[in-house]
């Protein structure tokens, strides 16, 4: 028998599909350069649906970082759950992980990331019709990463918020320096992180 869809399985179907194509298009393009109208294309829909899900691009640009964000949480989430202690050895498989993940389209995300800094300090307006989704990423980051550091026994010598944005604010810069200037910052970056933590 036929599975029937219901109309909110269709709406999270319609939404991943928006999505998907904002994510290549983006990458693609840059965000300044990509249209509504590319990314309605290249999903298959009207303008209209984009509108209907997410109402500004900028919407639509912040539900494509957070699934690159998510996509991050997962995999490190595998990482942090299996570890015990902090040493050299779970420093280098963090590293290595981090960059693998930064190898496929790891620059065009983090260069897209750098983007969209540079318009919301441009655009006083959308900066403030986005300021609560970047402050809620902000915050789901700095919960991430205190059930981390309480799995290990750790305490945090800073705020975590005050962490969570500062991952925020380096991390698309580690990517792009250690690619544009073929140098590994990962493991370095992640020493001057594990500086704020206390091990037990």
Request: net charge negative; proline share 2%.
């Amino acid at each position: 028998m036929v599975e029937r869809w219901t109309r909110e399985r269709r709406r999270d179907h319609t939404r991943s599909l928006l999505v998907d194509a904002a994510e290549e298009v983006f990458a693609e393009k840059g965000f300044t350069q990509a249209t509504l109208d590319d990314i309605a294309y290249a999903a298959g829909f009207t303008k209209g649906a984009i509108y209907k899900h997410f109402g500004t691009k900028e919407d639509l640009f912040l539900a494509v970082s957070d699934r690159h964000w998510r996509r991050y949480f997962d995999n490190f989430a595998e990482v942090v759950s299996a570890v015990t202690e902090v040493g050299a050895r779970e420093l280098d498989e963090v590293a290595a992980r981090w960059r693998r993940l930064s190898q496929d389209r790891g620059a065009e995300y983090a260069a897209l990331g750098h983007e969209f800094t540079l318009y919301l300090l441009r655009n006083p307006e959308a900066r403030q019709r986005v300021e609560a989704k970047r402050r809620e990423a902000a915050q789901a980051l700095a919960e991430f990463i205190m059930e981390g550091i309480d799995h290990i026994g750790g305490t945090l010598l800073v705020p975590a918020l005050t962490f969570a944005q500062v991952l925020i604010a380096t991390s698309d810069s580690v990517v792009l320096g250690s690619r544009l200037d073929d140098v590994d910052l990962y493991r370095p970056i992640l020493e001057m992180y594990l500086s704020v933590v206390k091990l037990p």
